[in-house]
């Protein structure tokens, strides 16, 4: 009889126990996940790019290639900003693709290209899964080079899972549980979510396949389901991106402080008017007035040939600009320096947006006073910065503004003549005919902020 209750003794604890284990072993996920894929249907998706093909299929999303076709993404119809998103993904090791986020597609960049930040899907030997490239724009903002536990995370002809993380400026990204891309960079904020399937070349086959399943966000109490990372972020401000690096852009800025540059008519950086804070460089108000406050700032080298690239930030009726083949032995009086210039300005509060000896011609983008930039530019909203991105080869000269080529001229040309002839510069013998010239950034008396100032010398 005590053997019999002891054994029941036994059994009971042990259906306590196992009880228990399954209370705690199981703990039910609380995260109010928001499914962006319900298993059955592409409802809130939509094509874009090119034709591969999806479908729903045992409960997954299944791309499959397509000959003869760029790009194709599945895309969210939805935007999103801040978010957290976790997928699972299985993909054939022939084939490459990416998930893209904060992406977007306008018909004025590219034809309507599908451009951002896009988490890779990397099946090949180099192993760079989880890292951040920038489509259609930048190239690669954070490979896996310098990270070889993530390289290892991904399981080939295998489920795999992404964690991603866009919070503010920060994205973070974990394959399989291993922290894997950490980036720091504001190009853009808000865009849709993508599934990637890339066109194919060479031996890579027509029909293979790419699937993804449990695609769920988060978009609210970020803060509460946001997980720390291990890694050292990759900080693009006043950085170099990897492409640029090996395509010979160097900073013409450092971000911290007035090396290579001093005050178009001193022989120093300005001692007051030009503010240096938190990696951006703000020319102060001072009213209005053309070089009143520290003046124009120009560079210590001269260039040829070139490529600029510089960020700007507009506030309400501010006028400004970047100037290009300056001589400061040109116009030593009153005023602003000498050279061609790429217009910054608010066109909807400032009047000069009405001026100039050419119609347009001082709107931004513009070649300040002689053409105008394209009517249909793509200029972001006061508050907001922009990218001014010149190219001057062989006396072509191109301006573009947020990706988007505005306007070109052929700088010595007869027709470039005789738009001087008929502005503001012809009594300047020789007009934006210089050979080598300075890069300067105006003091035109309103608050502008500038950051990213880069170029690639040719020559």
């Known amino acids: 009889m005590m053997t019999k209750i002891k054994s029941l003794k036994i059994i009971s604890a042990f259906l306590v126990a196992a009880s228990l284990f399954a209370c705690t072993g199981e703990k039910k996920d609380q995260t109010p996940w928001v ?39 599945l895309r969210s119809d ?31 960049y590219l034809n309507g ?59 973070r990204t974990w394959i399989n549980g291993v922290p894997a891309a950490y980036l720091i960079d504001d190009k853009t904020a808000t865009g849709f979510i993508a599934l990637q399937v890339h066109s194919i070349k060479g031996e890579q086959k027509e029909g293979t396949n790419i699937m993804w399943k449990n695609v769920r966000i988060l ?21 170099l991106t990897i492409d640029e690096a090996k395509k010979g ?20 950086f300005p001692e007051k008017g030009w503010v240096m804070e938190d990696g951006i460089l703000s020319v102060l108000s001072s009213g209005g007035a053309e070089s009143r406050a520290g003046g124009d700032i120009v560079t210590e080298e001269l260039f040829g040939d070139f490529e600029v690239k510089v960020d700007f930030k507009l506030t309400p009726g501010a006028n400004s600009g970047i100037k290009y083949y300056v001589d400061t032995e040109i116009n030593k009086g009153p005023g ?42 793509p200029v972001k909203p006061i508050g907001e910065w922009n990218t001014a991105h010149i190219k001057s080869i062989d006396n072509h000269i191109e301006h573009w503004l947020n990706g988007v080529k505005v306007l070109e001229y052929e700088r010595k040309s007869p027709e470039f003549r005789k738009l001087v002839s008929e502005s503001k510069y012809v009594k300047w013998k020789d007009f934006g005919e210089l050979d080598r010239g300075q890069i300067l950034l105006q003091d035109h008396g309103d608050l502008v902020s500038f950051k990213n100032v880069k170029i690639r010398p040719l020559n």
């Open 113 to 171: 290209r599908v451009h951002g930040y896009q988490v890779e899907i990397d099946p090949s030997e180099r192993a760079w899964s989880a890292g951040i490239y920038d489509e259609a724009r930048r190239g690669w903002l954070n490979p896996m080079t310098d990270n070889p536990d993530a390289q290892k995370a991904f399981k080939q002809n295998e489920w795999n899972h992404y964690r991603i993380e866009a919070i503010a400026d920060t994205i």
């Open 249 to 268: 852009w160097k900073m013409l800025w450092d971000g911290k402080t007035s090396n290579g540059w001093r005050g178009a008519k001193l022989d120093k």
């Open 35 to 73: 499914n962006l894929f319900d298993g059955e249907t592409l409802n809130g998706w939509s094509k874009i790019g090119g034709e591969a093909t999806y479908k729903v299929e045992d409960g997954a999303i299944v791309g499959t290639t397509v000959s003869n076709t760029p790009n194709t993404f």
């Open 78 to 108: 939805k935007l999103y900003g801040d978010f957290i998103l976790e997928v699972e993904y299985k993909v054939d090791p022939s084939m490459n693709s990416g998930i893209q986020i904060r992406s977007n597609s306008f018909d004025h």
């Open 336 to 377: 602003s320096s000498i050279g061609l210039e790429f217009q910054i300005l608010d066109d909807d509060l400032h009047p000069d947006a009405k001026k100039g000896n050419h119609e347009g011609s001082r709107t931004v983008s513009s070649l300040y006073d002689l053409i105008q930039a394209d009517v249909n530019k």
């Open 219 to 239: 978009t609210e109490n970020l803060d509460q389901y946001a997980t720390a990372s291990p890694l050292t972020p990759i900080v693009t401000l006043n950085n």
